[in-house]
């Protein structure tokens, strides 16, 4: 039995893909994963699963909400350790929950233009690519941050963020599973 964190990409969000985390919660269990925590809405899991191949758990999960909802999400799926590694690599002041956010990467990025996002930021901001997560720091926030509005287009992987006290939540719910 292995404790695993899944990180579901682009659920809830603006009324599409709607997984209500109940349910999300009772079709893990159903596939025999135990002791299944959710944290939000936005697809954040953490349970122990009889897998310890995270290809595998990752595609059962996705797997679930495809058949349950009719459509399959990205699906990120890390231990607890990994988790706690991308927290201890964070690069920015960490006293601002909102202003920093990780987003994690499915790989090596094909692409990874950090100067070109830098030149785009907004004064203060900035971004670290660490292994297969990348720091944004955002101190005025994410929603009119051309760093973050433009992304996609200077870095591309398969990805899905969080703030860092998400990571740090997220972080806690692993740290108190079985066997963790």
Known sequence: MTVWIALLRGINVGGKHIVPMKRL???LEGAGFSDVRTYIQSGNCVFVAPSKDRGSVAATVSGLIEGEFGFRPSTFVLSPQELQAA????????DEPKAVHLHFL??????ADLDG???IA????DCALVGEVLYLYLPHGAGRSPLA??????????MTARNIGSVRKIAELAADAPGA
């Open 149 to 158: 509005q433009k992304l996609g287009q200077f870095v591309k992987a398969d």
């Open 117 to 119: 996002l830098r030149e």
């Open 106 to 111: 499915d790989g090596p990025p094909k692409k």
């Open 25 to 27: 919660r009772e079709l």
């Open 87 to 94: 927290l201890d690599a964070n690069p920015f002041p960490a």
């Open 122 to 125: 907004q004064p203060g901001e």
